[in-house]
């Protein structure tokens, strides 16, 4: 073989395999600081940004999905869970059509099919939300087979990894019924397996890293109870988008669990600006999240009528969409009635720790003190 026959060899191959979007779009800058802008929560100017990006190259695959993304997280903000479910299902079905146009413009592009399956995803949120499980199933199995087949078009594409190990963490956290379905649609349903992947595409994806991180957070601090992890992931995003609440208030409830009370105290004052800016959706969750850490202080430093205060305000001004802060409160209170030989009321509040989902380490401490062991 010559060497022009040798070079050709070469060539050709790589000149088939296209590049990734971030390294051939002219409207890559436009989409990172879109993306920016939606962790800062600065909705309006992602919507701006993302919809501008579609403009100048709208082959691009990442914008419609990251524009349903945004426009969920402000309409929920703006006019509750409801509101922001519709719109998800709505988005989700002018968004596949798109995706479907573009796997047949470019049949050999991984991330086109990537995108479709994380679209189909998110359906499969606000399914969940509604604990429709029929939905979850469908719209989980759908998004997992083109997420699947994306990463077998191309094992390198990170952005994989965070869909996946999502599906892998949930079907490990959920019932058996669910773990079995989840087995048949070619899931291990292992935590272990989950969480590995997470951690990849926090580590090395391009543009899921911030989502994956995110969910490694909640699953190190929540579900594992491990703190260090929790912070390798949590603080960075912390660092990279501080007008984001949730981020800040993650990082104070972890700095109480840390028992970290000085490091607290220092950051407490950024923490409370979140409790009085915004509408009254985000308002209310921060203040609940503020109050939790607060409860937390008191109750360290044995100032158990404060914690109940704080708990019964958290308990009574509830309208987060899940509920698993209301059982942490429960959890809290009903220790504090322990403590202070209050058991009737102790018992009560351990009840209600047992509506939470089973996976959290709370159900089983509410358990074992109902039963008055340690």
């Known amino acids: 073989m010559n060497r022009t026959a040798i070079f050709l060899f070469v060539l050709i191959p790589a000149l088939l395999k296209s590049e990734y979007s971030w390294d051939r779009s002219s ?5 990172q600081d879109g993306i920016r802008a939606l962790y800062n929560y600065e909705f309006d100017n992602a919507i701006t940004l993302l919809d501008s990006a579609r403009k100048i190259d709208d082959s691009h695959p990442v914008p419609p999905f990251v524009l349903i993304s945004t426009k969920w997280l402000k309409t929920q903000t ?20 798109i995706y479907r146009r573009l796997i047949e413009k470019y049949p050999y592009d991984p991330e086109m099919v990537l995108y ?3 679209t189909y995803g998110l359906r499969a949120r606000t399914a969940m939300a509604s ?12 998004g997992l087979k083109y997420i699947r087949k994306a990463k077998s078009m191309d094992s390198q594409l990170l952005d994989v990894y965070m869909p996946i190990g999502l599906m892998e963490y949930f079907a490990c956290l959920s019932p058996v019924p669910v773990q079995w379905a989840a087995k048949l649609a070619g899931l291990s349903a292992s935590c272990e397996q989950g969480l590995e992947y997470l951690d990849i595409a926090a580590k090395q994806s391009h543009y899921s890293w911030i989502e994956a991180s995110n969910v490694l957070t909640y699953a190190y601090l929540h579900i594992e109870r491990d703190y260090i992890k929790a912070e390798m992931v949590l603080f960075p995003l912390v660092e990279n988008f501080p007008k984001h609440p949730y981020f800040s208030l993650l990082k104070g409830e972890l700095l109480a669990k840390s028992e970290k009370w000085e490091e607290l105290d220092n ?13 009254f959706i985000k308002q209310n969750e921060c203040q609940l999240k503020l109050k939790y850490i607060q409860a937390m202080k008191a109750f360290h430093h044995g100032n158990y009528s404060l914690v109940i205060e704080q708990c019964d305000w958290i308990i009574s001004n509830y309208h987060m969409e899940f509920d698993w802060l209301k059982g942490f409160a429960h959890l809290l209170r009903g220790q504090s009635y322990d403590i202070l030989d209050m058991r009737n009321l102790a018992v009560d509040d351990y009840k209600e720790v047992l509506k939470m989902d089973d996976y959290y380490p709370e159900v089983e401490e509410a358990r074992k003190k109902i039963k008055g062991q340690e």
Not at 82 to 89: F, K, Q
Not at 267 to 279: A, K
């Open 267 to 279: 950051f407490m004052p950024r923490l409370e600006t979140f409790t009085v800016s915004g509408t």
């Open 116 to 118: 479709l399956g994380s």
């Open 78 to 97: 703006e006019h509750g869970y409801d509101s922001s479910y519709n719109m998800i299902n709505e988005e989700v079905e002018i968004a596949i059509p």
């Open 131 to 142: 604990k429709d499980w029929m939905d979850v199933l469908y719209f989980g199995y759908q």
């Open 27 to 31: 409207a890559e800058l436009l989409i």
